[in-house]
């Protein structure tokens, strides 16, 4: 992911919408990607992950775009729900070992 | 399945004394685990990685005579904060990957111990 810094990007979303939190990565050698959602005082919650042979791969309610020629990751979160406010982090590994992780978005849900 | 606890959840001590960490997989056995520090606001910062019965692999930076790392077992590693100061409080969260499960490759987090050094 993106180095990290003292700023969390944040995103505000109203309840049923859809919500797209982007990351960009660093290391053109990874070849395995994961989001994780913390909530506060909480240890991060794996929600989905993919492959740099794949572009797309959809969980429950979440999808995950991975596009290598930019070195961008996105994770898409339909009707998205009180619940799901959180922070997001993206990580990435070169070798299915050690994760880097990015800065992490906050996504807040208005009702 | 996947679970992965810590204990104790929070701790304060006095500056000086030493803090120990337990990690536990729950359900799996952990070939390997990993320990991470965040800060408020800010993204997980990984300290070091142990596999079982071997000497844990300290990331640049990361003291390793002060952050004592065991990994006795397939399912518990502790981390011991050593003399520990002020600025050693923290989110000290750890992971572990599993064997024998068909996503060995992802890391599931503990819940995370909150570390208040007086």
């Known amino acids: 992911g993106e180095s990290v810094g003292l700023h969390l990007p944040t995103l505000s979303v109203q309840e049923g919408d859809n919500s797209i939190i982007n990351c960009a990565y660093s290391?053109?050698?990874?070849?395995?990607f994961i989001w994780y959602k913390q909530e506060s005082g909480k240890g991060p919650q794996f929600i989905i992950d993919?492959?740099?042979?794949?572009d797309k791969r959809q969980g429950q309610r979440v999808t995950v775009l991975l596009n290598k020629t930019v070195k961008h990751l996105s994770l898409q979160i339909a009707a998205t729900q009180p619940g799901d406010s959180a922070v997001y982090f993206c990580a990435e590994s070169p070798n299915d070992y050690k994760l880097s992780f990015g800065a992490g978005t906050t996504v807040t849900v208005r009702a | 399945g996947a679970v992965v606890s810590q204990h104790p959840s929070w701790v304060i001590c006095k500056s000086g004394t030493s803090v120990k960490i337990e990690c536990r997989s729950l359900d799996f056995q952990a070939t390997t685990m990993f320990w991470y520090r965040q800060f408020p606001k800010q993204s997980l910062m990984l300290m070091a990685t142990?596999?079982?019965?071997?000497?844990?692999?300290?990331e640049q930076g990361v003291e390793k005579d002060k952050f004592l790392i065991n990994h006795a077992s397939l399912t518990l590693s502790t981390l011991t904060v050593t003399s520990a100061h002020p600025e050693d409080s923290s989110f000290y969260i750890c992971?572990?990957?599993?064997?024998?499960?068909?996503?060995?490759?992802?890391?599931?987090f503990g819940p995370g111990t909150r570390l208040t050094v007086l």
């Open positions: 290391n053109s050698a990874s070849d395995y």
């Open positions: 992971s572990a990957r599993g064997r024998g499960r068909g996503d060995a490759d992802t890391q599931y």
């Open positions: 993919i492959r740099s042979n794949m």
């Open positions: 142990s596999n079982e019965g071997s000497k844990a692999t300290y």
